[in-house]
């Protein structure tokens, strides 16, 4: 355990978790754990531009009652940065598993979110045995040809590098059009502070390269046995809160995730935007206390 100790206080109010790290692949990756080690845990995946300070409300809901572990992706929040790294689907696949086992999480209640959803769900598909109950925020993982512009552009050679690493234009447009609510200021100093150079942002330019739109994509088999793995999960309690005015993870995704978990429990809002979780915390979060206490684990 060792504290960082590279956040302002501002930022450390509203994220106040001790700090955890394990060496995996590409460096040494920071993840918080909160609660009682013996307690039934709840898995926090994050997606881009995003780190664990975006799950901090469950960390400070769900810590009196579960364990609750969320990591940051190597290359995001605090994790390390290799500039060399692949920053493949199934590096950051592998990675989570390593922390899993590492901590020997059984009957897991797996919360994704954007890239956190082919992650999470890449990872439960290798370990399912592992897996008890599944929250979904807007998210996938499934192969889609549905990529908004802005982001496409955000994969052009040259312009992509610059207005990404160079401008940090993704994670400053993320704080503007993924929430609907306006963010205070510690808010969203806290999302972008860890992508605060050209070498920090690493991570959110590789995200984008590597959405796998086609075959001959390094990460579609990745993501092909992930969605194809998703079938092991329709008797697992599965509880959907989406954001319909998400701009990127549209009401269509829901959708999809909908015809495969057709028992899934879905809460869905028209004003609410891609982060669900600060457009719409105070209903997800009695939600969320409310599907895990409908659907206890046995002994």
Not at 49 to 57: L, N
Not at 92 to 103: K, Q, T
Not at 141 to 161: D, E, K, L, M, Y
């Amino acid at each position: 355990m060792v504290d960082p100790n590279p956040l302002p206080q501002s930022v450390r109010d509203l994220y106040p978790f001790d700090s955890h790290f394990l060496d995996v692949d590409g460096g040494r990756m920071h993840y918080i754990d909160e609660g009682d080690a013996d307690a039934d845990p709840i898995v926090c995946v994050h997606g881009n531009p995003t780190w664990s300070f975006y799950w901090r409300r469950i960390a400070q809901e769900f810590k009196g009652t579960h364990r609750v572990v969320a990591m940051d992706h190597i290359g995001c929040g605090l994790s390390d940065k290799p500039q060399d790294w692949p920053y493949r689907l199934a590096d950051h696949r592998d990675n989570l598993l390593r922390l899993i086992e590492h901590l020997d999480l059984k009957r897991v209640t797996l919360v994704v979110h954007d890239w956190g959803g082919a992650i999470g769900m890449a990872a439960a598909a290798r370990a399912p045995e592992r897996i008890a109950r599944i929250v979904v925020t807007n998210t996938a993982a499934f192969r889609s040809q549905n990529i908004p512009f802005s982001i496409a552009t955000c994969r052009w050679p040259v312009f992509g590098p610059v207005m990404v690493r160079g401008l940090n234009a993704f994670a400053r447009a993320a704080i503007i059009r993924a929430a609907n609510t306006r963010l205070d200021g510690p808010v969203r100093s806290g999302l972008v502070l860890p992508y605060n150079s050209w070498a920090n942002r690493i991570a959110t330019l590789r995200f984008v390269e590597d959405i796998p739109l086609r075959e001959d994509h390094p990460s579609y088999q990745a993501l092909l046995e992930t969605e194809e793995g998703l079938a092991q999960f329709t008797d697992r309690p599965m509880l959907i809160c989406w954001g319909d005015s998400d701009f990127c993870f549209t009401d269509t995704f829901r959708a999809e995730w909908q015809r495969r978990f057709p028992d899934a429990e879905v809460h869905a809002w028209p004003e609410v935007g891609h982060y669900v979780m600060e457009d719409a915390h105070e209903r997800v979060l009695p939600l969320m206390r409310d599907f895990i206490d409908r659907h206890p684990l046995g002994a």
